[in-house]
Every structure is written in structure tokens, then in C-alpha cells.
């Protein structure tokens, strides 16, 4: 059975950083990848990753977010540096069809 397990969300000021960690089980796939949802709103790609370190970063987040994955772990991360509020949204892991429960981020003085 395939699980992703986010962790590291929160409360962060504009301008601040946060670490999100997807611990993967079960199964790995070529592609992991980051996705959000802000209130109202679709859900987003952010970035993903290949198996081979090939990453895809959404215009919206470039120069700011940064996506890798440990591949001995099986763990995918997202390091999010100047984050404005409109960064404030739920962040979900996803690997093939299969999704993790999210982890809030909420950008706000």
C-alpha cells in the first residue's frame, strides 16, 4: 500500500522559509511532485522531480522554491524561501495517482 506523509508545515511572516517533507512508502515512481490549494482556488503544480533529479517549477514560485528528493529515502522535499502571502495554501505530495493529506502553510505578519 502506497503512503505519503507530509510534514512541515505552518506559520511563517512574508518574507520568511519553510521546509515541507513527503516521507514515500510502498512504491516509488519516476515522478514525485508538489501540489496547493489555497482557499477558493485549484489545485496547483508547484514543482516535481524526477527519479533522476529532472525538476518542473511553476513560473509563480521560480528563483524561490526549490524542489529535491533523497532517493535512498524515498522522501521528497520543498525548500520555500521568500514566501508572500499568496503563497498561503494547503500543499499536497503526490506520486502517480496517489496524493498525501496536505500540510498547511499560511504566510501572514
Known amino acids: 500500500q502506497v503512503q505519503l506523509v507530509e510534514s512541515g508545515g505552518g506559520l511563517v511572516q512574508p518574507g520568511g522559509s519553510l521546509r515541507l517533507s513527503c516521507a514515500a512508502s510502498g512504491a516509488i515512481f519516476n515522478i514525485m511532485g508538489w501540489y496547493r490549494q489555497a482557499p477558493g482556488k485549484q489545485r496547483e503544480l508547484v514543482a516535481n522531480?524526477?527519479?533522476?533529479?529532472?525538476?518542473n517549477v511553476a513560473d509563480s514560485v521560480k528563483g524561490r522554491f526549490t524542489v529535491s528528493r533523497d532517493n535512498a529515502k524515498n522522501t521528497l522535499y520543498l525548500q520555500m524561501n521568500s514566501l508572500k502571502p499568496e503563497d498561503t495554501a494547503v500543499y499536497y505530495c503526490?506520486?502517480?495517482?496517489?496524493w498525501g493529506q496536505g500540510t498547511q502553510v499560511t504566510v501572514s505578519s
Open positions: 522531480v524526477s527519479i533522476g533529479g529532472s525538476t
Open positions: 503526490k506520486m502517480a495517482l496517489y
